[in-house]
């Protein structure tokens, strides 16, 4: 059993700045504007309330890694981050969960360049693991 604190919950947007401004007028503040991904072909925004975070993400480009997800969930949810302190070790204990690594670990832009790796599991959909030094 894993016990890893939560870092934030991932939400998808088809445009970054109507979102960002739809979410600010509900009281949702920028703790982080958005960071440019090249590698993953996304822009990422970091916003709190009430102890919570989000992070919008919105591809720039038709390969980035969530176009595909946008065609399913157009505006919403899709994974929740913890947080790591090691991301070897806790990705052997979701594998032996029954979570199956989406690629390695790979430096994230918009979380000071530390680490970050996606699992998937049949039951429950995406996560994904943060270095916790971020």
Known sequence: MLNLKVHH???LVKKSA???EAFLSLGWRT???FVRDDA???DICFLIKDGLR???ICPFRSDSTVSGLLKR???GPYHICYLSRSLEQDGSTLRD???LPIGDPAPAPACGGHPVQFFIHPAMGMIELLGEDA
């Open 73 to 75: 969930i157009p505006n």
């Open 97 to 99: 969960l029954g979570f």
């Open 9 to 11: 919950v991932g939400y």
């Open 40 to 42: 993953r072909g996304i």
């Open 54 to 56: 989000i992070e919008l």
């Open 18 to 20: 109507p979102a960002k």
């Open 31 to 33: 703790e982080q504007d």
